[in-house]
Structure formats: C-alpha cells, structure tokens
C-alpha cells in the first residue's frame, strides 16, 4: 500500500501541474505579483519582475505598457515582449532602461536559449543594447549550482544587423533557467534610438512529454484506483 500511495502522490502532482493556466497574450502588469505562474507547452513560467527607469525621469515603460506574447512553437516555446522603447535628442528623452526576471521550468530538458530583438532602429549616436545574464540549474542572483551565461543583442553606428539582433547560446540539458534582461536605449550626444519587440526562446530535446489532458486522466484515473485499492484492503 505504501508503493501504492507513492506512486499516487506522483501522479496526481503531474495531473495537478497540467492544469496550471496556460500563459496569455496580456499586459506585463498581469504577470507580476507573488506565486503568479502559467505554462507555455510543457515549460512553466514564474518569479517575473519588471523595473524600468528613464533620463529625464518620467519616461520610463511602465509595466502595463508592456505586451507579452507566448511563443507555442513546438519545443522551442518562450516569449515576446513588446513595448514603446523610444529615445531622441529631439524628444528631450536621452535614455531608457527596463530590466525583466523571471524562472523557466520544464519538464523536457532545455538545450538551447536565444535572445533577439526586432523594429530597431537609430541614428546618428543612437545605440539599443540588450544584455541578459541566465542561470543555468539554478536562481539568480547567486545561481547556486547552475552556470551563468550571457547573450547580448545590439544596434548602433557599429553594427545593425541579423548578426548583431541575434543570439544564441547551447548548453547540457537543465529544467531551470532563471533570466535577467536589460534592455537599455540611449541618444547620445545627436542622435535617437528605437526597439519595439525582444523575444526569448528555451528549445528543449525532443523527449516525449504527456499532454496535461493526458496527465488529468491519468490523474483521475489514479483517483479511482485509490478508492479501489481502498476499499479491497478494507474488506
């Protein structure tokens, strides 16, 4: 009986995971809070923080400014944020700065992380810079256990291109990657900036996942066996 009840916990915590709320396209703001999560396929999503600061103040991208979009392909799910980012000598508005955290949890191993950014632009000494540090099997800040890796995305006077708004990092499978993402636009001395779209995807291996309508039945049919199982060892 105790094998059995086991393997019951097991079970009903995998049916109970599968009806965890699917992410939606929504406003930043409806993300943050303490033990908000969804799920895009099989990865779940969590621990999202956003702060965003500008010069002069007043500027910054509030969080209900923020679209987020789930990416659902096939495993290579993640995430697309999109935002007014906007910064010009002429405006007045010299920089823009937003920083997002959040958790990854998968159930298949993820293998691949990639980073881009799309609808930049600048001129003159204009420049967008996206950096992001992910903590591989760990949490940052201190990625106890994990590796940290960095990608980073750009556009200036330097380079502006498909090589510069793309990167993508590989890695030994993990089923944790905690995420932190600048996203820092500045005008320079004569000049202005722009991005309206950076986008994160977690490809996973291509091992076989239970679909969460798979794992309720599962779960229910657990269910039933308990009672059975009961109710035989009480007779």
Avoid at 80 to 99: D, F, H, K, M, N
Wanted: hydrophobic share 35%; charged share 10%.
């Amino acid at each position: 009986m105790r094998k059995i009840a086991a393997v019951l916990v097991v079970v009903l915590m995998a049916a109970l995971a599968g009806y965890t709320q699917n992410c939606t396209q929504t406003t930043l703001n409806n993300y943050l809070g303490s033990g908000f999560q969804c799920t895009i396929n099989d990865q779940t999503y969590s621990s999202w923080t956003y702060t965003s600061e500008s010069n002069p103040p007043g500027f910054q991208i509030p969080a209900g400014s923020v679209t987020m979009t789930p990416i659902t392909t096939p495993q290579d799910p993640g995430f697309q944020e999109t935002a007014p980012w906007g910064v010009s000598t002429s405006t007045g508005i010299l920089s823009q700065a937003s920083t997002f955290e959040w958790t990854v949890n998968s159930v298949s191993p993820m293998t691949d992380l990639s980073l881009s950014i799309a609808g930049v632009g600048f001129s003159g000494t204009g420049s967008v810079n996206v950096d992001e540090a992910a903590c591989l099997g760990g949490l940052l800040p201190t990625c106890s256990g994990g590796t940290i890796v960095d990608l980073s995305v750009f556009c200036n006077s330097t380079e502006c291109n498909q090589s510069s708004t793309y990167d993508q990092m590989n890695f030994a499978g993990v089923h944790e990657i905690s995420v932190e993402k600048d996203v820092l636009l500045t005008a320079g001395t004569d000049g202005s900036a722009e991005v309206s779209i950076t986008s994160d995807q977690f490809s996973e291996s291509s091992s076989t996942v239970p679909e969460p309508g798979t794992l309720g039945m599962m779960g229910a049919g657990m269910v039933a066996l308990a009672g059975f199982a009961r109710r035989k060892f009480n007779l």
